[in-house]
């Protein structure tokens, strides 16, 4: 229906009105007329006044049939507006406001609801009330049968009632009789044969108002409308369902860019279909590789291993040394695993790297530094640099180890040959000592200053692991000699142990210090050194009660009796026990 053919029929209803106006005047002047001619004792010719009101009579049902196709036009061009305008839009508010809105001028009814049934519930909702003036109403103001909404929601049918007060169908529904309410015309939303929701219109003054044409023309309306809502819905949850799973990906691809293990992902042909940042710089590849082999991208990954992860679905980690081009040569930890979908099939591989060069570089430098000081130092340099240049008082074990005497030494080595040999025998009780756990506190030319139980290596058995690393070292001396071709029962070493109190700490200044221990009880142990003949362990008696042997040493290894002996320094003579290694016979 086009706009010109409504306005041909406006035109049309208001000539009929016009000719009607004038029908009306020209009986006036002809009751007029014939008045005057009554008195003149004359009339009008028979049947003109008849006549005329016949002929207004047709004009008048002329008229009414011209308003009702109007007012019919009228309803067919707003209900294909509104259809258009509602196809034309996916925001399901603006949907549902211009249902309504159109539902109301339809109908003419007084208020207008739109009741959905929720997807997850089928529980009806009431998503859209407004009234005559195209106002929405609020909850309070939502007067309406809902036993009429039911019906109609539950059979899928119109539900149509004049005067609903007198209705034999409602009389005993509270809310018709509570509210007044009048007509009332309640059409399902179908879509696919299955109830979406209604709409009610309702007018609570006129009886009436609607019949079978408001039915019809409702219904029709309510079919484009149920499609229109639905893919109103759909595109809303198609919408929710997007911005959840944009904001998952967003989420997927912060963590994937913040792992700092590179991972790369593979389909079932070795394709590139995932790397992250990690894997770019760990590997100095480009992120626009994707959907490239990766064996064309990263040599050291080879087709045939992929192939088999992916037919055999096995793992597979291995470290490597390589080389990058811009990065030079550097370490890796790569671990190779099937790539599952959610059904469990393998689609491709899944590579995680582990760029270790930085580790590894400083493992390399600790190892160089574990060379120049004690290990137990290294691994623990945080609980002494706490000390600040200060000490601490505590009971320590202390082992003083010659490993052989200057002047035992050929005079005919150079300085060179002379420093490799004294390394060896150095190396010898320095390896004793730190498998027991103790602490190498300095070199002294020939000599060892190992401590055990200091803030670096605690332990409350430290006495008897200093014994133990005595006399271990003293039989890998031994080994030692036969190894080099020492004269038979050569005895180079010598070697003093002490349990006592000694201040550990810090000495030196701001920029260089040394972590050591100080005291009598340090002195104590080097006297017993010098008091040891060699191939002799001499051990103070409060060392020896408490490492635990119950009076017995291992074989071969023999103790003295108890004894007193004076040494430098001291005015009080000192209980100690002499521990040798016979020679086998």
Not at 64 to 86: C, F, G, K, N, Y
Not at 114 to 131: G, M, P, Q, Y
Not at 308 to 315: A, D, K, P, R, S
Not at 519 to 537: Q, T, V
């Amino acid at each position: 229906m086009t706009d010109a053919t409504s306005t041909v029929r406006i035109f049309e209803v208001e000539s009929l009105r016009e000719l009607i106006r004038s029908v009306n005047s020209l009986e006036t002047s002809l009751r007029t007329e014939r008045a005057k001619l009554q008195k003149m004792g004359m009339s009008l010719p028979p049947g003109t006044l008849a006549g005329l009101l016949q002929a207004r009579a047709d004009l008048e049902k002329l008229l009414h049939d011209q308003e009702l196709t109007v007012t019919e036009l009228s309803r067919l061009r707003e209900l294909t507006r509104t259809a258009e305008l509602i196809n034309s839009t996916l925001d399901l508010n603006n949907v549902l406001n211009e249902v309504m809105d159109t539902v109301i001028v339809l109908t003419r009814a007084e208020r207008g609801y739109l009741v959905l049934k929720e997807a997850d519930s089928a529980e009806l909702d009431f998503k859209i009330a407004r009234n005559i003036e195209h106002r929405t109403l609020d909850a309070s103001e939502f007067i309406v049968s809902k036993t009429i909404i039911t019906e109609a929601a539950r059979t899928g049918k119109p539900v149509l009632t004049t005067n609903a007060e007198h209705d034999p169908r409602f009389e005993n529904e509270k809310s018709i009789v509570n509210y007044a309410l009048r007509s009332i015309l309640c059409v399902p939303l179908i879509v696919k044969g299955v109830v979406t929701g209604v709409i009610y219109t309702d007018n609570r003054v006129k009886q009436g108002l609607f019949g079978e044409k408001e039915i019809e023309m409702l219904q029709t309306f309510a079919n484009q409308a149920a499609v229109a809502i639905e893919n109103a819905r759909l595109y809303t949850r198609l919408q929710a369902n997007l911005t959840e799973i944009t904001s998952m990906k967003n989420l997927l691809d912060n963590v994937f860019a913040s792992i700092t293990s590179g991972i790369l992902t593979t389909n079932a042909a070795g394709q590139i279909t995932q790397v992250n940042d990690a894997a770019c710089q760990i590997l100095n590849i480009a992120p626009a590789c994707l959907g490239v082999p990766i064996w064309e991208v990263w040599t050291q990954i080879h087709e045939e291993t992929l192939k088999l992860i992916v037919e055999e679905g096995i793992e597979e980690t291995v470290e490597v040394e390589t080389e990058v081009t811009g990065r030079g040569d550097v370490s890796l930890n790569l671990h190779l695993s099937p790539l599952r979908t959610v059904e469990g099939e393998i689609e491709g591989v899944a590579i995680v790297v582990d760029d270790l060069t930085e580790a590894k570089q400083r493992a390399a430098k600790l190892n160089v530094v574990r060379r120049y000081l004690p290990p137990a130092m290294v691994d623990n340099i945080h609980s002494i640099d706490k000390l600040g240049l200060g000490g601490e008082r505590r009971v320590v074990t202390a082992v003083f180890v010659d490993v052989r005497s200057f002047n035992t030494l050929a005079r005919t080595l150079n300085p060179l040959e002379f420093m490799n040999t004294l390394n060896r025998y150095l190396t010898v009780a320095s390896d004793e000592l730190v498998k027991q756990n103790g602490v190498i506190d300095k070199y002294m030319g020939s000599e060892i200053m190992g401590l055990f139980n200091t803030q670096l290596n605690p332990a409350e058995e430290h006495p008897r692991q200093a014994l133990l690393a005595a006399l271990n070292t003293a039989e890998e001396f031994l080994k030692f000699y036969r190894q080099n071709g020492e004269p038979e029962g050569s005895r180079y070493f010598r070697i003093g142990v002490h349990t006592g109190i000694a201040t550990l700490g810090n000495v030196g200044g701001e920029n260089r210090r040394e972590f050591t221990a100080i005291g009598d009880s340090i002195n104590l142990s080097h006297r017993l050194l010098e008091n040891a003949h060699p191939g002799e362990i001499v051990i103070s008696v409060e060392t020896w009660d408490q490492c635990h042997f119950h009076d017995q040493l291992p074989a071969p290894f023999v103790i003295s009796a108890p004894e007193q002996i004076k040494v430098k320094n001291r005015r009080e003579p000192i209980w100690i026990q002499r521990i040798t290694l016979p020679e086998k016979p």
